[in-house]
């Protein structure tokens, strides 16, 4: 099993990045997909996920209206537009997979990849 997150970078206060996170390995439209940040000294927290068939989605309230997630089955990648970012969005974000519902606990998922670093500043 394969993820790699990748799109990070630096971006001034109401920018937009569009992150992507790339499969491999393992049945990828099976799997409910993750993003989740990590800022220094905090833990890891649920951004938003979405369901095997993209169906479903869920947000963090303090990304909601700004972030969207979607993916797309047949690259086997899921995408994260992040819109209007504030410095606190400043984290390494990462994606992860797991078989079933689409939850934001990052203790629910099983797959990780390393992430990318995402750097709000002016």
């Known amino acids: 099993v394969q993820l790699q997150a990748s799109g990070g970078g630096l971006v001034q206060p109401g920018g937009s990045l569009r992150l992507s996170c790339a499969a491999s390995g393992f049945a990828f439209d099976d799997y409910a997909i993750g993003w989740f940040r990590q800022a220094p000294g905090k833990e890891r927290e649920g951004v938003s996920c979405i369901s095997h068939t993209g169906d479903t989605t869920h947000y963090a309230d303090s990304v909601k209206g700004r972030f969207t997630i979607s993916r797309d089955n047949a690259k086997n990648t899921v995408y994260l537009q992040m819109y209007s970012l504030k410095p606190e969005d400043t984290a390494v974000y990462y994606c992860?997979?797991?078989?079933?519902?689409?939850?934001?606990?990052?203790?629910?998922?099983?797959?990780w990849g390393q992430g990318t670093l995402v750097t709000v500043s002016s």
């Open positions: 992860s997979a797991r078989w079933g519902l689409a939850l934001m606990d990052p203790e629910s998922y099983d797959h």
